[in-house]
């Protein structure tokens, strides 16, 4: 008689387990509940190290002088032939000055010229000089032009020599 009632005994211990299990499945699992809030989120972090641009081109003169202003600092975002320094061209802009000077008086010196070529010419057709004077007239006319020439090229080289003073980005 023993034997009946432990096995009652396994078969309900059984049913009760499984009726458990059944109930503990069927059950919603529970959940942590937190309230939601509009807020600003701020990560620090601290590292160490050394931070490289991804493009970065090393700006140096063309000529030596002395540094007047600088226009953008290290680190700046800049486009394709931006100022970005000035230099020193006050040398360069005294030599332009000279030689528009030079011009100046070389342009005197040619209408002179001119009119001893005018006279000479007058003398000449009237035969009152001889043509090599005539001639060394013409010559004189022809060198000072060609020395003005020179000169407006000259005027041009150093503009040019000025866009030296002044750094921009490539």
Same mark, same amino acid.
């Given at each position: 008689?023993?034997?009946?009632?432990?096995?009652?005994? $396994?078969?309900?211990?059984?049913?009760?387990?499984?009726?458990? %299990?059944?109930?503990?499945?069927?059950?919603?699992?529970? $959940? /942590?509940?937190?309230?939601?809030?509009?807020?600003?989120?701020?990560?620090?972090?601290? $590292?160490?190290? &050394?931070?490289?641009?991804?493009?970065?081109?090393?700006?140096?003169?063309?000529?030596?002088?002395?540094?007047?202003? $600088?226009?953008? /600092?290290?680190?700046?975002?800049?486009?394709?032939?931006?100022?970005?320094?000035?230099?020193?061209?006050?040398?360069?802009?005294?030599?332009?000055?000279?030689?528009?000077?030079?011009? /100046?008086?070389?342009?005197?010196?040619?209408?002179? &010229?001119?009119?001893?070529? /005018?006279?000479?010419?007058?003398?000449?057709?009237?035969?009152?000089?001889?043509?090599?004077?005539?001639?060394?007239?013409?010559?004189?006319?022809?060198?000072?032009?060609?020395?003005?020439? &020179?000169?407006?090229?000259?005027?041009?080289?150093?503009?040019? &020599? %000025?866009?030296?003073?002044?750094?921009?980005?490539?």
């Amino acid at each position: 008689m023993l034997r009946p009632l432990l096995v009652l005994l $396994v078969v309900a211990a059984l049913v009760l387990a499984g009726l458990r %299990l059944r109930a503990f499945l069927s059950r919603p699992p529970q $959940v /942590e509940v937190a309230a939601v809030l509009q807020e600003d989120v701020t990560r620090v972090l601290a $590292v160490t190290g &050394r931070v490289r641009p991804q493009l970065s081109n090393n700006i140096a003169p063309v000529v030596r002088a002395r540094l007047l202003e $600088v226009m953008r /600092e290290e680190g700046d975002a800049v486009t394709a032939g931006q100022v970005l320094a000035r230099l020193d061209a006050r040398t360069v802009e005294a030599e332009v000055a000279q030689v528009e000077a030079d011009i /100046e008086r070389e342009a005197d010196e040619l209408a002179q &010229r001119r009119r001893e070529l /005018e006279r000479a010419q007058t003398l000449a057709d009237s035969a009152l000089i001889p043509a090599s004077e005539l001639e060394d007239a013409t010559l004189q006319v022809d060198l000072g032009e060609r020395r003005i020439n &020179r000169l407006r090229k000259q005027i041009a080289e150093l503009e040019t &020599r %000025l866009e030296d003073y002044v750094l921009r980005s490539p």
